[in-house]
Nanobody, 121 residues
Framework: QVQLVESGGGLVQSGGSLRLSCAAS????????MGWFRQAPGKEREFVAS?????IYTDAARCRFTISRDNAKNMVYLQMNSLKPQDTATYYC?????????????????WGQGTQVTVSS
């Protein structure tokens, strides 16, 4: 069964850091690209970062966030630094069958349940 489980969310003050983790089943992880998306209250889900052969980011995330993967552990991470209140959202891990990183939601087949990140001002 395909499974993605996020962890690492929480409440942090503005300027703080969090590292999100996503544990994937081996079969899911081996397929290809892993991504992070987020959805703030009242807003649509949006792309944050993705990693296939190389990572890609939104302009807003590029300077503060780092996506990485540990192939031996079937894990993908999102290190978030200098967090801002506008980063408050539920963060979702997603897996794609494609090998090339993508910012397009419909290219991702599997999704986790999400982990809440709240940044206080």
């Amino acid at each position: 069964q395909v499974q993605l489980v996020e962890s690492g969310g929480g409440l942090v003050q503005s300027g703080g850091s969090l590292r999100l983790s996503c544990a994937a089943s081996a079969r899911t992880f081996a397929r290809g690209t892993m991504g992070w998306f987020r959805q703030a209250p009242g807003k649509e889900r949006e792309f944050v970062a993705s990693i296939g052969w190389t990572p890609i980011y939104t302009d807003a995330a590029r300077c503060r966030f780092t996506i990485s993967r540990d192939n031996a552990k079937n894990m993908v991470y999102l290190q978030m630094n200098s967090l801002k209140p506008q980063d408050t959202a539920t963060y979702y891990c997603a897996a794609s069958n494609n090998k090339i990183a993508s910012d397009t939601q419909h290219t991702y087949t599997y999704w986790g349940q999400g982990t809440q990140v709240t940044v206080s001002s």
